[in-house]
């Protein structure tokens, strides 16, 4: 019984590691997309565009599984206690109010960004 337990907290060691190591590729992920659209703004109309898409479509992928299993095990979970039951429908809640606000987001950026190009044609 003993040998179990051991396997199973080395199971769950290495799962909470390679859980560390998501998150860690998660936030790089942003940054280097933050640091590129930041880099690129300059660029020509299709480019920046497509960048704005990439860009988001990186963030709508990778933001709300992120703050879905970390809300999961560390807020829900690891703070608050909740049983996995209850902390799997909260991090659910969590994950779908990420993507309405990336969402929100390109449409923010996409509308001002249409403009500023729209503004830009009209002085040529």
Not at 26 to 34: A, E, G, K, Q, S
Not at 45 to 54: Q, Y
Not at 68 to 76: D, L, P, Q, R, V
């Amino acid at each position: 019984m003993l040998e179990a337990r051991t396997k199973m907290s080395l199971i769950g060691f290495c799962l909470g590691q390679v859980h560390v190591l998501f998150q860690a590729y998660i936030y790089c992920d942003f940054l280097l997309c933050v640091t590129s659209l930041i880099y690129f703004r300059n660029e020509g109309s299709l480019t920046s565009t497509l960048r704005t898409l990439l860009f988001f479509t990186a963030l709508m992928i990778t933001l709300p599984v992120g703050l879905y299993f970390s809300s999961k095990a560390y807020i829900f979970e690891g703070t608050l206690g909740m049983s996995d039951r209850d902390s799997y429908f909260y991090a659910a809640i969590v994950a779908v109010v990420t993507v309405h606000v990336v969402l929100a987001l390109f449409v923010y950026v996409a509308w001002n960004e249409g403009s500023r190009q729209w503004r830009e044609g009209k002085q040529d």
